[in-house]
Structures are given as C-alpha cells and as structure tokens.
C-alpha cells in the first residue's frame, strides 16, 4: 500500500497531466518558484490517482516549498512582503505628513519577533491614525553595518524586538547589526549619535537558558550608551512561560508610554480584530485527481532541480530520500532515540561540515490530520488553494502553494500543538454557533486571567481547544490565516562527518531523541517533528536543509579537546570522532589528547553508539572515555559534571593549556549550567583561582572560542 510500491505501475497519465497542468497554470499564474514548491506530493499523487487516498506514506512525502509558503522568517525576506532594503527605504522619512513615525526594528530566528513587529505596526496604525502615526518594520538583518549610523540616527521613536539565541547571542540575521551597535557604543566616541530617537526594547528569550534575552539586553544597553532616550525599561519576554501574554503586556504599556512621550491619542481600537481580513481567500478545485496529477509534476520537476547544484535552504529545502532509520535505545528503555541516515549523495548542493545543523520539516502525524478535519468538517481530500487577498494585513503570511488536498496542507503547514494565540480564539469565537461557547472563547480571548490559567499555564493546544469548542468551525482561509500558526523546521546537531571513512559525504545522520511526555491537561504530547522521523522508512523523502555553525573542531588536530555531551549531546561529536579517525588513518595527522565524556540513564537502556565510543577509544581517536550513568545506582545520581570533577586534573590541563578547547552540547536547562559550574571547580581547586579569576578564565576561553557550546 505504500505509494513507492505503485509509482511505477502509474506511467498511465502523462497526456492527462499536460493538460491539467497547463489549465492550472493558466489559472494559478504558476511561476517557478510556485512549481519548485510541492516537492513531494509526487508519489503520494500518483498513489492518490488510483485510491484516492491520503495514506500516511503519503502524508511522508514533504515538498520543497519555500520558507515564504511555510511563513517561516526566512520566507518572508523571499516573497509576500515588499521589506525596506535601500538606504533610501530604511532611513526614517522626514515629513510624513505631519505624522509620528514609529519604527519596529527586530531581529527573529523563527518569526515570532516579526509576527510581532508586524502585529505592532497594524495596531498602531489602527489605534492612532494614519494622522498620527506612520508605523513601519525594519528586518535588522537588512540594517547593514554602512548603513546604520544613518538610519538609526535618522529615527526619532523606534522600538526593538530582539530575540536571543545559540548561547546567549543574537540571532543569525541580526548579528552583524548588534555586532555594530555594540562596537560603536563601546567605542565611546558618539555617546550623542541617537539623542534624537526615543526607544524601547522588548526581548524575546527564554529564562531556563543561562543568558536570558542577553541580544535584548545588549541592543538595549547599546542604546542607551549611543544616547538614544530610553522611553520605558526592557520588557524581557519569557517563551518557558508565555511569551504571547507577556507580549500583550508590553503592548499595553508601549501604548501608554507612546501617548505619554509625543502626546497620542486613541481613535480605534486595536482589539477589534478583523478576521475576513486576515483570512485567506480560498480558491476550490472540483476535480481531486486533477490536483493530485498536477502536483505529482510539481515535485517531480522541484527534485529533479535540487539534485542539482542548488544550495538547499530553509526557502527551498531539497527532498532528501531517506536511508535508513533505527532505533538506539534497547528494548529495555521506555523511551526512544533514533539514529536517521539521510541520502544526500544526489544533490551535490548539500554541502556540509561536522558541527552543522539539518533543518528538517515534518509533518503532523495522521491521526492528528484526521482529527483536524474532522473539526473543520472537510474532508482531507478536498483540493484547495489559497488566494491573499488584496487588502490583506502584512501580518498574513504568504500563501503556501497550491491546488493541494486540505489534508496535506494540514500535515505540513499547520501548527496545531502549539497554544493558540489570543487572536486564534478571537477568530474562533467568531465561527462559533453555539452562543455559549462563543461567549467563553470571547472571554478567553480578552481576559488575561483566564487566558493564562486555562491556555498559558497547562500548555493546552490549538487543537484540543477546538475540540473543547466544536462549534467554532472556521473556514478554511480563517484557518489557515489566523487560526493556525505555521508549522516551523526543527534542527537537529549532524552527528556525522563528510569525511566519515564508511559512508563519505553521501549520508548526513541525525541522533534524535523522540519527545513524549503527558502534560498537565492529561494529553500526551508526542513531538511533531521527532514522531514523524521516529517512523520514517527508507525511501520516503524528507524536506531539509544545512545551517551552518561554528561548532567545530580546532584546525590544529594536536590541540587536545574535551567533549561533554550526554545523551543527543553526543550528536556532533560523533562527526567530531569520525573527522579524527579520518585525519588519523587517511591524513596520517597526529592527534591531540581527547577526553569524551558521555552520560545516560541506565547502561543497559540508553547508552546510544557504545560501539562506535569503544572502538575510538581502543584506535586512540580519543584518549578517554568517561560514562555518567544517572539512575543505574538508586541511592546516587552521577552525571557527566561529577565524572568531570572525577576527573579534575586532565581536565585542568587541557584548560590551562595554550590551544586546548572544551566543547558541551544538549541540554541547555540545566546540563550545560552544571557543567560550567564544575569547570569553575575545577579551575579553582586544581589551579587555586579565586572564583572570580576562574570566571575570568571562562570568559576568555569563549571569547577565544575554545570554550563552545551546541545547547537547545
Ligand atoms: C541547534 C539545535 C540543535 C538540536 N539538535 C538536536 C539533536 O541533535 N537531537 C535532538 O533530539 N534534538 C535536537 N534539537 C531539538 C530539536 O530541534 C527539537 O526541538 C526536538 O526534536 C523536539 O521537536 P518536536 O517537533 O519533536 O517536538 P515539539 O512538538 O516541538 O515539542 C517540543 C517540546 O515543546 C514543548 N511543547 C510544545 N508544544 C507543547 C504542547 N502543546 N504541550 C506541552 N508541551 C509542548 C514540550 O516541552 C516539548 O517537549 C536541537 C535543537 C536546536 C535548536
Ligand atoms: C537553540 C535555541 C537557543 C536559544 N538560546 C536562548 C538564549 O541563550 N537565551 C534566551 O533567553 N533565549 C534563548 N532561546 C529562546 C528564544 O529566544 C525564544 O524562543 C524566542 O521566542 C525565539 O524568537 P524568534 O522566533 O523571533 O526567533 C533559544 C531558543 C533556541 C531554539
């Protein structure tokens, strides 16, 4: 029943497919880019040809749509909105008709810090008036470094979104922009250059990383340094608890400061929010099997384009076959970890090195598809295609591309786990028949109190909010355009090497540790992206793409190094090991000492590539290897900090040596915390350092990137 056991009896069609694609593309306008974009749907159409059938192979095949259809941010600098990018559009226009002009700056990885800017701009204009003000976005990413004396400089009231990443740092986009602004302000040589701006700065963090909102917090100090007036202390949003709600706060009081500082005054209100206009228009195709044929050539057409040259990226990730997929954990283990070999031998644009990322796009499993069709009374055959309208808020997130059958587009586009946003609720209330549920999902939406006890504070999810409130079905184009949020790409730490001596660079491997936990509404949560690689099969084709890090090993291969990284921690040192066997046994290199310190459960459960450490060590690829097993003795926990106090005097070496380097990777809550803690020990004890001369020490190793940390 699986579509790759049916592709190759289904060559019936090609006539049949020339002509629907031509009357579709006349219809749709089908540029490219539109037709790179359903990548896989190929033999899920084909299979859906004969049946009809959405199976969950079919639901596997991913396409190559662009970050622009899937909404992420990244796809927003592709298509749908037209962003200042010139000087000219940058800098801060001066007459404006008389009206204020407000300048969101921010700085996102995942899109949530420009949902908001663009959410503020849409509120502003709404509540002041295009009298008043004149609200804008700025992508800090397009700020570059020549240009941003003169448009911040230019700016008389701006505000920052800033989200943090990596270990504390900016995001991907906007460091060169914070780099900049923390360069010229520590400087200390135009301590006046923003006396003319009045600025805030909200922080998109999260508090269980060991630098909260430290981007937030150093754009805001940078600010202030360069002169800017600071209209209201940093707002530092919390995503461990919620940060929609805490958004919602600083809205409420940027209004008030905004009205205080220049004397604005409110004409709408911005709660009334407009759900047809931030809805789809939805462009229904009658004819199925003619949007399955159709999309068949879509995919066919983007892969064969991918196996290119192409760089995949997150706008157009490559359709990778995949391998094979196993499982790490022995039978004993409750839970699960699954090693995933992806086939990248076909697509010569994929490059990458050890201590990269994958970028995977998943899908919502099946029975989670069903239940959302269900809910929305469609069946998930129905083909669909959604239309922007005209006057659509710049929020709306660009279409995803289409004719494409409402089940697939539920797989792959919509974020259904996550909490729904308050306007989510206010757009469902708004579809509800039944009274007595419109009237609590009114409530819920408006009132922060019981947003956050029934929402915020149990976690509970979009979809088991619109089971609770059946009534409220949306339309297709609500749901899609202010219902759901976008299903975003997850990263995963490649733990293998393109140099590894067994597979070469033709296979990128992923170590994933599969999420389930109850949660507090009694739901069992099973991780969207992790679930769906746990049943990948091979063949299937998964959507990916490589995000660079710096994550890697010294360029001398005699610089000793010390590994931490307990369980999916141990993920790109993996490639690290399989990059100094190769250096070793191919490049005839001389190693540098290497200590690897790996930590599980239980021995006997999830000690994952125990083969694979104990053969490095008997080769002499790493000099030792020291195991942490945290539940295997009831009466005393051990973890990899106490093996590395254990072993304190190697340690001490490698970090008072000249070229050494210490690499940590996984949790970042509280392993990478306990780590550093008891590297601070060791320095102490073994070096005799005051704590503060230990700090110091830590402090420059990072800044020299010989203390570096993969952490999520
Ligand atoms: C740079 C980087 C590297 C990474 N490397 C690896 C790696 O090598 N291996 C690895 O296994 N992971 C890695 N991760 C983590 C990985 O990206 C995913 O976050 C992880 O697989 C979980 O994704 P998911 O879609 O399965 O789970 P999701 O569905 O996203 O859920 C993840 C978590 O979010 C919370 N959550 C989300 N929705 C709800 C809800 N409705 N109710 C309750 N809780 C909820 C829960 O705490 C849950 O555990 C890495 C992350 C980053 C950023
Ligand atoms: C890999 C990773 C690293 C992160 N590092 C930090 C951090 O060091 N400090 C912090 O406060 N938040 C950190 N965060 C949390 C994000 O800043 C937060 O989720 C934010 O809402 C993302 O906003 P964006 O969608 O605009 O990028 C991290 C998140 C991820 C996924």
Redesign the pocket.
């Known amino acids: 029943m699986a579509w790759r056991t049916t592709t190759a009896s289904s060559s019936t069609s090609s006539s049949l497919t020339n002509v629907v694609m031509s009357k579709i593309e006349r219809v749709t306008g089908t540029s490219d880019a539109m037709t790179n974009a359903c990548a896989l749907l190929l033999c899920a159409s084909v299979v859906g040809l004969v049946t009809l059938k959405l199976s969950r192979k079919m639901m596997m095949m991913s396409s190559s749509t662009s970050a622009s259809e899937r909404g992420g941010a990244e796809g927003d600098k592709v298509a749908g909105r037209r962003k200042p990018t010139t000087l000219r559009e940058l800098k801060c226009p001066s007459g404006a008709d008389g009206a204020r002009v407000i300048t969101f700056y921010y700085g ?7 949902r908001y800017a663009y959410t503020l701009v849409e509120d502003a204009q709404k509540r002041y008036g295009a009298k008043q003000v004149l609200a804008r976005a700025i992508d800090c990413e397009d700020v570059k470094p020549d240009f941003c004396e003169e448009v911040l400089s230019s700016e008389k009231c701006a505000v920052f979104l800033q ?6 740092d900016p ?1 991907d986009g906007s460091a060169d922009f914070c780099r900049w602004l923390e360069e010229t302000a520590t400087d200390g040589r135009m301590p006046d250059m923003l006396e003319d701006m009045h600025f805030c700065t909200f922080g ?3 508090r269980s ?6 981007a937030a917090k150093q754009v805001d100090k940078a600010l202030t340094a360069l002169g800017g007036k600071k209209m209201m202390k940093i707002t530092l949003g919390d ?1 461990d608890k919620s ?1 929609e709600e805490d958004f919602e706060e600083f809205k409420e009081a940027l209004w008030r400061q905004l009205e205080k500082t220049f004397q604005l005054k409110a004409e709408g209100e911005e709660g009334d929010f407009d759900v047809e206009k931030h809805s789809y228009m939805i462009k229904k195709e009658e004819d199925a099997e003619k949007v399955n044929e159709l999309t068949k050539i879509r995919e066919r057409k983007s892969f064969e384009m991918s196996r290119g040259s192409e760089i995949p990226t997150q706008a157009k990730p490559y359709a990778c076959p995949i391998k094979s997929c196993k499982e790490l954990h022995t039978g004993k283990s409750d839970r699960s970890c699954v090693h995933v070999e992806f086939d990248v031998s076909q697509c010569k644009g994929l490059t990458y090195e050890i201590g990269d990322h994958l970028g995977v796009f998943a899908e919502n499993a099946p029975d989670v598809v069903d239940r959302v069709c269900k809910l929305l009374k469609v069946s998930k055959q129905t083909p669909m295609e959604l239309v922007r309208r005209d006057d659509a808020p710049k929020s709306l997130l660009p279409v995803f591309p289409g004719p494409i059958s409402v089940g697939i587009a539920v797989a792959r586009y919509a974020d259904v786990l996550s909490m729904p946003r308050k306007t989510a609720i206010k757009a469902l209330a708004s579809f509800a028949t039944n009274k007595k549920e419109a009237k609590e999902l009114e409530i819920l939406a408006v009132d922060k109190a019981k947003y956050h006890a029934y929402i915020a504070e149990p976690h509970r999810s979009l979809l088991e909010v619109m089971e609770k409130f059946p009534s409220a079905v949306p339309t297709l184009g609500a749901f899609f355009g202010c219902v759901a949020g976008r299903l975003q790409p997850r990263y995963y730490s490649i733990s293998s090497s393109p140099n590894d001596m067994t597979n070469g660079s033709g296979i990128v491997t992923a170590t994933v540790a599969v999420v389930k936990h109850k949660t507090k509404t009694g739901r069992v949560h099973e991780g969207v992206c992790s679930t769906f690689l746990q049943n990948v099969r091979e063949g299937d084709r998964v959507p990916v793409f490589v995000r660079k890090a710096t994550f890697k090993l010294p360029k001398d291969a005699k610089a000793p190094v010390i590994l931490i990284g307990p369980g999916t921690g141990y993920a790109p040192f993996r490639g690290f090991l399989q990059e100094r066997e190769y250096l070793m046994k191919s490049k005839k290199e001389e190693l540098g000492e290497c200590m690897l310190f790996f930590g599980c459960r239980k021995e006997e459960h999830d000690y994952i590539y125990r083969d694979e450490m104990e053969k490095a060590l008997s080769e002499s690829v790493i000099s030792s290897l020291d195991v942490a097993f945290s539940r295997d003795d009831p009466k005393k926990k051990v973890y990899v900090q106490d093996k590395i106090q254990m072993k304190a005097k190697d340690v001490y070496k490698i970090l008072r040596s000249p070229n050494g380097a210490v690499y940590v990777c996984g949790d ?1 809550k509280h392993m990478s915390r306990d780590v550093n803690r008891a590297l601070l020990q060791v320095l102490q004890r073994e070096g005799e350092y005051a704590i503060h001369e230990a700090e110091e020490i830590i402090r420059r190793l990072v800044v020299d990137k010989r203390y570096m940390k993969d952490v ?1």
Request: glycine share 14%; aromatic share 14%.
């Open positions: 996102t990885q995942t899109g949530t810090a420009e989200s943090t990443y990596g270990d504390g995001t998109l963090g999260n990383y060991e630098h909260f909102n430290a995503d940060l970042a999520w």
